[in-house]
């Protein structure tokens, strides 16, 4: 039976006739209508001020999105999406809105084609929510081919890497009051902002969708200026760079595979007087020695950093470490061990551990001199300490 005779004979039977919505949606502030081949798409576009960035991230376009959920399933929309994109005359900033589900082919061509002309794509935790979400509204949407998404830039990745240490969280009003240095009003909580784009759905306004769009809006102005001012530190050029700075930049760096930039940050960082930090990026920098072979400027490094951090245990059971399997020599390693437990009374129990193991090793390596002596084996002399640096030839500048 059709919809039409089901609602005749409904009628027929005294059944009140279904009421019709007879309001239309009215598009948000701003917002006008632009054709693309999937239909209309509503679109909101400006361009601000844009003072001179140092550095320049160059050619990026960066976006932001509002969703109905965090979940990011099948049933997830994005109803609202703002790229920003350098030009010219100043910052572009475009947003896109979705009036009704039945329009997002629209919405997301005309996102796609904002994206395009950009060499890269930045965003906040946009790896692991925005772009996925796009690509699957992309797919249960039927669009032809793939989102086009050039080289991704996440930039909390490199928040969490570069300021992890300094920031009690990394969510992005955190970044912009502790990196950037400014506190924005928030119009609205983030938890609402789904809530305002159902009523529209429901009612055809809403009080609360301008100040979700602007929310919107005012996130991805705020990844420009991030960009830069982590590109800035990427490069090393904060002056107000500490150790634990410096450290968790040679860190980053490393995991890159641009070695060279991170030797060169953790060198900065032992360049201070004391603390932790300087004293942490020391012992990378000596691991990575070790693993060089370069053993004797790894035993120079660590003997420097021992005079320096005195409280330091873990300096001292690096060295000893080294003494012991790099050099064969448990008997130095030993000696380094007792020593810092004279010059840590406070750190003596947990290296007490380590000094009856090494003065196992000792008692038993000379036990098994004197019984070969007794036996008249022959006792290959052992490599001295002076001798072995000496052999060492492979030095490396610190």
């Known amino acids: 039976m059709s919809s039409v005779a089901l609602r005749e004979r409904l009628n027929r039977l005294g059944a009140p006739p279904r009421p019709r919505a007879h309001f239309e949606r009215a598009l948000p502030r701003g ?28 050619s990026v376009a960066y976006v932001d999105t509002e969703t109905t959920g965090l979940s990011g399933g099948a049933g997830t929309y994005v109803f609202a999406a703002a790229v920003a994109r350098p030009i010219d005359s100043g910052l572009r900033v475009a947003q896109l809105f979705l009036p009704q589900p039945g329009m997002e082919a629209a919405f997301l061509h005309a996102l796609g084609g904002e994206m395009a002309p950009a060499v890269a794509v930045s965003t906040f935790n946009g790896s692991s929510f925005d772009l996925p979400v796009l690509r699957t509204r992309w797919v249960m949407a039927r669009m032809p081919g793939e989102l086009p998404c050039p080289l991704h830039v996440d930039l909390l990745t490199l928040v969490r890497a570069l300021y992890k240490h300094r920031l009690e969280n990394c969510n992005l009003r955190s970044v912009e009051e502790r990196v950037l240095g400014y506190e924005r009003e928030e119009p609205i909580s983030s938890a609402l902002v789904p809530d305002a784009y159902f009523e529209y759905l429901r009612h055809g306004f809403s009080p609360l969708l301008e100040a979700a769009l602007e929310h919107n809006r005012l996130d991805v102005i705020s990844l420009v200026y991030l960009h830069s001012r982590l590109l800035r530190r990427l490069r090393g050029g904060d ?8 450290l968790a930049l040679g860190r980053h760096r490393y995991r890159r595979g ?15 007087a ?23 400027a790894a035993d120079t490094l660590l003997g420097w950093l021992e005079a320096r951090a005195s409280d330091d245990m873990r300096v001292s059971v690096a060295r000893a470490r080294l003494f012991e399997w790099r050099r064969r020599d448990p008997q130095l390693a030993l000696a380094v061990v007792e020593a810092a437990q004279q010059r840590m009374p406070e750190h003596a129990t947990g290296l007490e551990g380590r000094r009856l193991r090494l003065r196992r090793k000792v008692d038993n390596r000379l036990r098994d001199r004197r019984q070969r002596k007794v036996r008249g084996d022959q006792i290959e002399a052992p490599i001295s300490y002076g001798a ?11």
């Open 274 to 296: 004391e603390g932790e930090a300087a004293a942490t990026a020391g012992l990378l920098m000596a691991r990575r020695l070790i693993r060089r072979g370069s053993v004797g």
């Open 388 to 398: 072995a640096q000496r052999l060492d030839d492979r030095r490396v500048e610190l």
């Open 31 to 58: 917002f006008e209508l632009v054709p693309t081949p999937f239909g209309e798409a509503a679109l909101r576009q400006d361009v601000i001020p844009l003072p001179a960035l140092e550095p320049d991230p160059g």
């Open 258 to 272: 641009a070695r060279a930039d991170g030797w060169r940050a953790l060198r900065n960082a032992t360049s201070f």
């Open 239 to 246: 002056a107000d760079m500490d150790a634990a700075d410096w």
